[in-house]
């Protein structure tokens, strides 16, 4: 008749512990708070980015947007590339979202942040040249406005830094970003930016998706 009382004693810390980890990486907003911590290094309290860093802005990005990268640096799908610094810096980092509910919490948390203004680095650029080939090239995946689609993991590119694009450019066309053969959408546009022959080209497209915002 002793048993259940021992028992119970027994489990009782047990049932404790169990509930203890069962809130560690409680899936939501306050979580997703907490982990933006770990990105702040990078990417700023506000998410603007870090020119130095390479850190693109991520404030306001859409969430679905979020976690599909987080999941390919992930999985290594992105940071790879023996070149790609910033994705070897950044793939560890997202590796560390490795609790149930981390990459949905900080990807709706950074979603939730308002976009912030990020001033023009780059000059120069034909915006007539640069809508021929966005209208050709871009307007299929990343829809009229820049906006974005969700259909085609194609992300806004509208309050994107011009650096920031022009660099991602670069890296596709190198096949930094696309390297590996499993990134569908890398591949893509590894394959699409071929056609961007020369920088002038790329600036050309920048400058047109800056009138997009007017």
Same mark, same amino acid.
């Given at each position: 008749?002793?048993?259940?009382? /021992? %028992?119970? %004693?027994?489990?009782? &810390? +047990?049932? *404790?512990?169990?509930?203890?980890?069962?809130?560690?990486?409680?899936?939501?907003?306050?979580?997703?708070?907490?982990?933006?911590?770990? $990105?702040?290094? $990078?990417?700023?309290?506000?998410?603007?980015?870090?020119?130095?860093?390479?850190?693109?802005?991520? /404030?306001? +990005?859409?969430?679905?947007?979020?976690?599909?990268?987080?999941?390919?640096?992930?999985?290594?799908?992105?940071?790879?590339? &023996?070149?790609?610094?910033?994705?070897?810096?950044?793939?560890?980092?997202?590796? *560390?979202?490795?609790?149930?509910?981390?990459?949905?919490?900080?990807?709706?948390? %950074?979603?939730?942040?308002?976009?912030?203004?990020?001033?023009?680095?780059?000059?120069?650029?034909?915006?007539? /040249?640069?809508?021929?080939?966005?209208?050709?090239? $871009?307007?299929?995946?990343?829809?009229?406005?820049?906006?974005?689609?969700?259909?085609?993991?194609?992300?806004?590119?509208?309050?994107?830094?011009?650096?920031?694009?022009?660099?991602?450019?670069?890296?596709?066309?190198?096949?930094?970003?696309?390297?590996? *053969?499993?990134?569908?959408?890398?591949?893509?546009? /590894?394959?699409? *930016?071929?056609?961007?022959?020369?920088?002038?080209?790329?600036?050309?497209?920048?400058?047109?998706?800056?009138?997009?915002?007017?």
């Amino acid at each position: 008749m002793r048993y259940p009382v /021992a %028992v119970a %004693v027994i489990a009782a &810390p +047990l049932i *404790s512990l169990f509930w203890g980890c069962a809130d560690i990486g409680h899936p939501g907003m306050a979580r997703g708070h907490e982990l933006y911590d770990t $990105c702040i290094p $990078c990417h700023g309290k506000h998410g603007a980015g870090n020119a130095e860093l390479g850190a693109p802005a991520i /404030a306001g +990005l859409p969430r679905w947007y979020i976690e599909a990268q987080l999941e390919k640096f992930r999985a290594g799908q992105r940071g790879t590339h &023996p070149d790609d610094m910033e994705g070897h810096r950044m793939r560890p980092m997202a590796r *560390s979202l490795n609790l149930a509910g981390d990459v949905a919490s900080v990807a709706q948390y %950074v979603a939730s942040m308002p976009v912030q203004y990020v001033p023009m680095t780059i000059a120069g650029g034909d915006t007539a /040249a640069g809508s021929q080939r966005y209208s050709t090239m $871009c307007v299929v995946c990343h829809g009229p406005d820049a906006k974005g689609m969700e259909a085609m993991v194609a992300p806004p590119l509208l309050d994107q830094p011009d650096w920031y694009l022009i660099r991602q450019l670069d890296k596709y066309k190198s096949h930094m970003r696309g390297f590996d *053969s499993t990134d569908m959408q890398g591949q893509q546009m /590894a394959a699409m *930016s071929t056609s961007l022959e020369d920088h002038k080209a790329m600036l050309d497209v920048i400058a047109y998706i800056r009138t997009l915002k007017k």
